[in-house]
T-cell receptor
Framework: ETGVTQTPRHLVMGMTNKKSLKCEQH?????MYWYKQSAKKPLELMFV???????ENNSVPSRFSPECPNSSHLFLHLHTLQPEDSALYLC?????????????FGPGTRLTVL | AQKITQTQPGMFVQEKEAVTLDCTYD???????LFWYKQPSSGEMIFLIY??????QNATEGRYSLNFQKARKSANLVISASQLGDSAMYFC???????????FGTGTSLTVIP
């Protein structure tokens, strides 16, 4: 039990679909993250939320829309995606501002865009 | 700018042998933390070990140790007595004092041979 859960674990969608990824952390952390992991590339940080406020948006296309209703839940809303958006999407959480605490990751959602 | 470099895309090691996974980093910050994560085929990122830039001793966690050479900006992971369950991707990551963004390398795929 990692304390960070993600649903669904696998998702196949067409380019015109709208879907959402869900992340929930049971660790009492106050920061949550979305990462994109593509083959042979470093993890790409997409969004960071501290105390429910978005603090980082690393030039992510608007077809990805995050939502953080509370410090335990994080969503990634997807619409009109492209095939190159197919990847593993990882959610993570950490306790801030304690220096250098590790991030705890969920199992990821493997997304395939047809 | 912060950067993590892992130059070994793939490594093989005999079961019960030790293996070293290389990681070099680049930052102008004086205060930073270095992390190693393991990612099995299931996709979840598992935290292994942490080294602070001001820590004088190399970090150890069970069979994992971090060979920290600050002047060379390297933070190699040493796995002793390899087990079949160690087969996975291994990622080196860094975090600097400012902000809570983690910087990841491209990873090393480790295969343990029986």
């Amino acid at each position: 039990e990692t304390g960070v859960t993600q649903t669904p674990r696998h998702l196949v969608m067409g380019m015109t679909n709208k879907k959402s990824l869900k992340c929930e952390q049971h660790l009492g952390h106050n920061a949550m993250y979305w990462y994109k992991q593509s083959a042979k590339k470093p993890l790409e940080l997409m969004f960071v939320y501290n105390f429910k406020e978005q603090t980082e948006n690393n030039s992510v296309p608007s077809r990805f829309s995050p939502e953080c209703p509370n410090s335990s839940h994080l969503f990634l809303h997807l619409h009109t995606l492209q095939p190159e958006d197919s990847a593993l999407y990882l959610c993570a959480s950490s306790q801030e501002p304690v220096n250098y605490n590790e991030q705890f990751f969920g199992p990821g959602t493997r997304l395939t865009v047809l | 700018a912060q950067k993590i470099t892992q130059t070994q895309p793939g490594m093989f090691v005999q079961e019960k042998e030790a293996v070293t996974l290389d990681c070099t980093y680049d930052t102008s910050d004086q205060s930073y933390g270095l992390f190693w994560y393991k990612q099995p085929s299931s996709g979840e990122m598992i935290f292994l070990i942490y080294q602070g830039s001001y820590d004088e001793q190399n970090a150890t966690e069970g069979r994992y140790s971090l060979n920290f050479q600050k002047a060379r900006k390297s933070a190699n992971l040493v796995i002793s007595a390899s087990q079949l369950g160690d087969s996975a991707m291994y990622f080196c990551a860094m975090r600097v004092r400012t902000g809570n963004q983690f910087y990841f390398g491209t990873g090393t795929s480790l295969t343990v041979i029986p």
